[in-house]
């Protein structure tokens, strides 16, 4: 089992400070929702090699979020990594 980062303050479980919401829709026309708060369940799905699109939309907080449409995974992974940055995280919770 996984080590969880923990608050030495109250012990809850740290969270990563975005949602990330995805819609995938397949070649025989069947959608799919997703949410996770790791993006490192999401790389690893099998079914985006299945995709024939894949919405993906990373919220930061109220009325802050990105969001795209891709056709292919690898365009979808790096948009994932792109919206997920450590300096883009940073800037959305206002720190410098």
């Known amino acids: 089992m996984k080590n969880k980062k923990k608050s030495s303050i109250n012990g809850a479980t740290h969270r990563p400070g975005y949602q990330i919401k995805v819609t995938l829709t397949f070649k025989n026309g069947v959608t799919k929702s997703l949410r996770s708060p790791q ?3 999401l790389a690893r799905l099998s079914v985006l090699h299945k995709m024939k699109s894949g919405y993906l939309r990373v919220e930061y907080g109220p009325d802050m979020y990105n ?3 891709y056709y292919s995974r690898k365009d979808f992974i790096d948009a994932l990594n792109q919206f997920t940055e450590s300096s883009l995280l940073t800037y959305s919770k ?3």
């Open 94 to 96: 206002g720190e410098q």
């Open 39 to 41: 993006k490192s369940k």
């Open 67 to 69: 969001h795209g449409t």
